[in-house]
């Protein structure tokens, strides 16, 4: 699923090379309120993950205060993206680094340290079911989506109708690779079910070994990871809320450009104030339900959107967005019952929102972007 949905983002990306993702492509390709669903989803959605992400990092940082460093996190991150997204674009390079060599290590501890057995790779299959395991596509999709970060900066990117398709595909199966080592590493240590009843499986996958006292590592590259995560999402939300600012479906004041940053100023703290909320208040569990609801809807309308591209601008086969279409819809219903129930009210509410600013005699009318 998500390979059919980074392929529609890629050619959409290409024809329309502006910051918004499919806020903008489902406006340019299926009309305003489509084009609204999709963003009102996307910085709901992404809104609640940049919580869960900074509930993690603090989760793995430092257990006894998860929540203050969360926030610390969100405001530290924020400042780094308030200067520009050169600045955004090298520590999220650096980041990157940090997380592979720890993952490296991972894998390298669990193998080398003894501790893998190639039984326990098939040892749970008894127990999948197809309902688990379309719910647990639907829950985890998120952890595969990073690519639509990639194509909300297509002002900001040099050459975008180039790089942007090439970089989304590429991304999406450098991240299949690594996912796939660490989970093949983690399952061969100790197997599914022991998988199931820890909090922290990669640090228990290590400690089953030779190498024992290397489980620090993954506490590292995990705060690491999801420091990287959160700087990301933090970056798209900020440039889809812009894009909805731009046209009046959000309010107005958040569509400033910094004259000096050339960042959505305003957007990006906005923003994160949102988040510390949540994260003051939220769960992480609940986050990524909720977050996985919406995204994956925000997906659909890629692939919808995607389907009306003229033969000569699709790079990829129109059955690849069939198939995104209808496969973010299945794992979309499969999600816990209380993450459907809750995505498909904030939705409700945000297409109510459209049907009452849009009604006739409502003054909606598009303004032009400003710098200040």
Not at 35 to 45: D, E, M, Q, T
Not at 187 to 193: K, Q, R, S, T
Not at 279 to 305: C, W
């Amino acid at each position: 699923m998500a390979y059919a949905n980074a392929t529609s983002s890629a050619q959409l990306a290409a024809v329309h090379p502006e910051s918004g993702g499919t806020y903008v492509y489902g406006r340019r390709q299926l009309g305003p309120f489509w084009g609204y669903l999709a963003g009102w989803s996307f910085v709901v959605g992404k809104t609640a993950s940049c919580a869960a992400m900074a509930l993690t990092v603090g989760a793995y940082a430092w257990p006894g205060a998860a929540r203050p460093l969360a926030v610390a996190a969100v405001v530290g991150l924020t400042a780094v993206n308030y200067r520009g997204i050169a600045k955004t674009a090298w520590l999220t390079r650096a980041i990157v680094a940090v997380v592979l060599a720890a993952l490296a290590g991972v894998v390298i501890a669990v193998v080398a340290g003894g501790a893998a057995e190639p039984r326990l790779l098939v040892g749970g299959l008894g127990a999948a079911t197809p309902y688990g395991v379309l719910q647990a596509g639907g829950l985890w999709f998120f952890a595969f989506a990073g690519y639509a970060r990639i194509a909300t900066l297509g002002e900001e990117v040099a050459e975008p109708q180039r790089t942007i398709p090439r970089a989304i595909p590429l991304a999406l199966g450098l991240t299949l690779v690594v996912y796939a080592a660490v989970a093949t590493s983690a399952l061969a240590a100790l197997g599914a079910g022991a998988l199931t009843a820890v909090d922290a499986p990669l640090a228990a996958a290590v400690e089953t070994g030779r190498f024992a006292e290397a489980a620090w590592l993954v506490r590292v590259g995990a705060t690491v990871a999801s420091l990287g995560v959160l700087l990301s999402l933090l970056t798209g939300v900020s440039r889809t809320t812009l894009a909805m600012a731009r046209d009046r479906e959000l309010p107005g004041w958040l569509d400033a450009v910094h004259p000096r940053h050339h960042v959505p100023h305003r957007a990006e703290l906005v923003v994160a104030a949102v988040v510390v909320a949540l994260v003051l208040i939220g769960d992480l569990r609940e986050a990524i339900g909720f977050s996985s609801f919406a995204v994956l809807v925000y997906y659909a309308i890629a692939n919808v959107s995607a389907l009306t591209l003229s033969a000569q601008q699709r790079r990829w086969p129109r059955p690849l967005a069939v198939l995104g279409v209808g496969g973010c819809g299945m794992l979309a219903v499969t999600l816990p019952l209380v993450s459907v129930l809750g995505g498909a009210a904030v939705l409700a509410v945000g297409a109510l929102a459209w049907a009452v600013r849009h009604r006739p005699g409502g003054g909606h009318q598009r303004h032009s972007p400003r710098i200040e």
